[in-house]
């Protein structure tokens, strides 16, 4: 199905993977945080969509407020407004974790499945009551609207810009996980918390450090996220959340660079399906790739881990 | 053998006093809160029938409102369509709904945990998303289908809340009575043993899949049956109706009751869909508190409010049948060959120790539900 105006079909085809990789980074962004959160405590942190739509609302606060007014430039505001996010959102949910986790942690894991969930529902709703239940719109002058033309193609900057963002998000995710002391001290919580503390490893600082990197990143994405679409939500956190879990588990849940290659693929999935199959589907195709891979590898793409019985 | 208490004097009376009160409840408490107890009885029944998926088989399953969503539609696509008297699509409804079940299910059911848990969240999305769309061109898009005729039993119209309070709640005491009877069945014990211990089930000869695949689809239909219920009773089906949110409700309906307990779900149900409106004061800081006062129930009650109490089976009947069991081990001690006949005649082994009380160890098998 093809759009009137655009009729060469290249072309099309490229601006929809531009597209789908800069949506994709997001994802990828977002499925990091659930990834993490899970490695460590088997646990879905069904708010994590929630304290993205946080990120995407603190942006816009901030960049409103004293982003704009002027000491800085555009750049370096956005850039240090970025950093101030990260922080903002990985310290809720730090207190997250203390408040609706921590206390389930020796309990079965349903009833942490309930507490996320009602956490999920207490955020989505403080951020209606605090910013209201309709779109709000991006500051105009953040937003980055220079179109490239590269060989004939009109991409916008800021998808590229996106993408970017995205991917040394995660280069320096990957290399703090892999590289690091404190990296490896996670990794080592993720696969055995037991062996891990007798280790001398502290598992609850440990956690408490996943649950801040995980919702930071996950705030960081928000923030591109409205940066990229220039309106935002209170309820898109679901949707977001939802797919972007899809995009952990089809990676591999738990691995790292599988929930950012199942992100990236999750993007580009969406922008084709809707552009060459059926626009109005568009949000059902996340989950019938899921379901799909579920099928057929069921421990996803990368993953070696199959999920424990309950 | 299922060891029943015979009910107490008390007993009968007390249940005799909770009938003579339900029925006399819509005319003490008037149509609003009537309604409320319909909505209450609605999400009673979906509790239980969801509760046989997820609290008796422990299968993940956070995609109930797609199954719930196929019986309403059916019931709104035969009523505004082919003009069917809407009680009689209740058993198309299930049928239906059981049959999307066995199709949605059948491939899927091998996941376990977390990996099924989304997997039917995308279901329920799937569902959402291909009912806004006019699937086939039968649903009405995302203004749904607006329901002219209203339930007629024998001439009889339902449409005022007390009718529906009268008509749901009854369901409500049928499907009760029928999935407690259902708890203690061998189908019952099959299910809790596959929650309890996949493996050890299936290899005690448990065809897990097969059980798996049948809680889901008894679940569906018994959905998809209270989907006609609601259909009628809301008149507009539209998809906003089933969405994901509906199915978390259902789900914390379960889980925060006692999953696998039958007075836990009601329970369950009566707080999730009356919480909201005692904190109708709080308008439209509701959800807040409602959402803060789910971590702080699992907080303070991880196993759910009512949690399943112990059940208790007796043994003593089976003792002599089973030559690899009890008996045939102690007969092995007395000298008895193991490859007695599976006609070992019982109560050898009861007579032995015929002195014994009843409820000794190794009488009762307990079984933690």
Redesign the interface.
Same mark, same amino acid.
Request: proline share 4%.
């Given at each position: 199905m093809r759009r009137p105006g655009e009729d060469v079909p290249m072309i099309e085809f490229f601006q929809q993977l531009s597209n789908g990789l800069a949506v994709g980074g997001i994802y990828a962004l977002v499925a990091l945080g659930y990834t993490m959160v899970?490695g460590v405590l $088997?646990l879905?942190n069904f708010a994590h969509g929630e304290l993205f739509t946080l990120g995407a609302y603190l942006g816009m606060t901030l960049l409103l407020s004293f982003g704009l007014s002027g000491i800085l430039g555009p750049l370096p505001a956005v850039l240090i407004i970025f950093a101030m996010i990260t922080g903002l959102v990985g310290l809720s949910g730090f207190v997250l974790e203390r *408040?609706?986790y921590r &206390?389930?942690r020796q309990?079965?894991?349903?009833?942490? #499945? #309930?507490?996320a %969930?009602?956490?999920?529902? @207490?955020?989505?709703?403080?951020i209606?009551?605090f910013y209201g239940p309709n779109y709000q719109v991006y500051p105009e002058e953040t937003r980055v609207t220079i179109t490239l033309s590269v060989l004939g193609l009109d991409i916008p900057l800021m998808r590229i810009l996106l993408f970017l963002a995205s991917v040394l998000l995660m280069l320096a995710m990957y290399l703090f996980i892999h590289k690091t002391k404190t990296g490896t001290a996670i990794r080592a919580v993720a696969t055995d918390q037991g062996a891990a503390r007798l280790m001398g490893i502290d598992v609850n600082r440990i956690i408490s450090l996943v649950f801040m990197i995980g919702p930071g990143l996950g705030g960081a994405a928000g923030m591109l996220l409205g940066l990229y679409y220039g309106q935002i939500r209170y309820d898109m956190g679901?949707l977001y959340g %939802?797919k972007a @879990?899809?995009a952990a588990?089809i990676g591999g849940?738990g691995n790292i660079p599988g929930a950012m290659l199942g992100g990236i693929l999750l993007g580009v999935a969406e922008a084709m399906g809707a552009a060459y199959v059926a626009p109005?589907?568009k949000?059902?195709f *996340? @989950?019938?790739v899921?379901?799909v891979i579920?099928?057929f590898r &069921?421990t996803g793409l990368l993953g070696e881990r #199959?999920?424990? $019985?309950? | 053998m299922i060891v029943r208490r015979l009910p107490k004097p008390a007993g009968i009376m007390g249940l005799g006093a909770l009938f003579i009160l339900m029925l006399a409840l819509p005319r003490i408490l008037g149509p609003y809160w009537t309604n409320l107890l319909n909505d209450m009885g609605i999400y009673a029944i979906l509790g239980l029938s969801l509760n046989i998926i997820l609290g008796h088989c422990g299968l993940f399953h956070m995609g109930h409102a797609a199954f719930y969503a196929v019986g309403a539609y059916v019931t709104a696509i035969l009523s505004t369509r082919f003009a069917v008297p809407i009680l009689w699509t209740l058993p198309l409804s299930g049928l239906m709904s059981g049959v999307f079940a066995l199709v949605v299910a059948r491939p899927i059911i091998h996941l376990r945990g977390d990996y099924l848990l989304v997997v039917t969240i995308g279901i329920v999305e799937i569902v959402r998303i291909a009912l806004v769309n006019n699937i086939f061109g039968l649903t009405g898009g995302s203004n749904g289908l607006l329901i002219i005729n209203p339930i007629s039993i024998f001439g009889f119209q339902v449409f005022s809340p007390a009718h529906f309070y009268y008509l749901i709640w009854s369901i409500g005491a049928v499907t009760i009575l029928l999935f407690y009877l259902l708890q203690n069945s061998r189908f019952g014990r099959a299910l809790n043993y596959i929650k309890q211990d996949e493996l050890a089930a299936e290899g005690c000869g448990v065809n897990t899949s097969h059980y798996k695949l049948a809680s889901f689809v008894l679940g569906a239909v018994w959905a998809g049956m209270i989907g006609t219920i609601f259909a009628a009773k809301i008149e507009t089906v539209s998809p906003q109706s089933f969405s994901y949110s509906e199915s978390v409700l259902l789900f914390a309906i379960v889980i925060l009751g006692g999953a696998g307990s039958i007075p836990g779900v009601l329970l369950g149900a009566f707080l999730i869909t009356g919480l909201p409106e005692i904190f109708r004061e709080l308008q439209s800081y509701r959800l807040l508190f409602f959402g803060a006062a789910m971590v702080a129930m699992m907080i303070f009650r991880p196993q759910g409010l009512i949690p399943p109490g112990r059940r208790f089976y007796k043994v003593r009947p089976y003792l002599g049948r089973f030559p690899c069991g009890i008996a045939a081990r102690s007969g092995a001690r007395r000298g008895i060959s193991l490859s007695a006949s599976p006609g070992y005649p019982a109560g050898t082994d009861a007579g032995a120790d015929a002195g014994k009380p009843a409820r000794g160890p190794g009488d009762m098998i307990e079984e933690q539900a």
């Open positions: 899970y $088997k879905i *408040a609706a &206390p389930l309990s079965n894991r349903l009833a942490a #499945v #309930v507490s %969930l009602g956490a999920s529902i @207490f955020l989505q709703n403080a209606m009551l679901t %939802l @879990f899809t588990i849940i109005a589907w949000d059902a *996340a @989950f019938l899921l379901i579920l099928i &069921p #199959v999920a424990d $019985k309950i | -």
